[in-house]
């Protein structure tokens, strides 16, 4: 069964910039990646998505400020967050179905500071 692990997470101030990372254990070459988000009292929101193609597609609220990218080799998938406002808090997750079953990671806590 592969595994997400999502790092990079923290405090920044907004207008600042953080980079998550999202490493698999198992190969993500052919996977469709997504991340996603979820604030506190808020349901989890589809923030970008990478997929096995080479499409990237973003919500409205993030897009021109987030950009999310992989390395195949690396098994990896990042979001690059630039200009970044308090709404932008929440526990960041990123997910792949791997073999038909959809993988979560255990997500990594940002935090913009106004």
């Known amino acids: 069964q592969v595994q997400l692990v999502e790092s990079g997470g923290g405090l920044v101030q907004a207008g600042g910039s953080l980079r998550l990372s999202c490493v698999a254990s198992?190969?993500?070459?052919?996977?469709?990646m997504r991340w996603y988000r979820q604030a506190p009292g808020k349901q989890r929101e589809l923030v970008a998505s990478?997929?096995?193609?080479?499409?990237?597609s973003y919500a409205d609220s993030v897009k021109g400020r987030f950009t999310i990218s992989r390395d195949n080799a690396k098994n990896t998938v990042y979001l690059q967050m630039s200009s970044m406002k308090p709404e932008d808090t929440a526990v960041y997750y990123c997910?792949?179905?791997?073999?038909?079953?959809?993988?979560w990671g255990q997500g990594t806590q940002v935090t913009v500071a106004s």
């Open positions: 997910r792949g179905t791997f073999y038909g079953s959809l993988t």
């Open positions: 198992g190969s993500i070459f052919g996977i469709t």
């Open positions: 990478f997929t096995s193609g080479g499409t990237t």
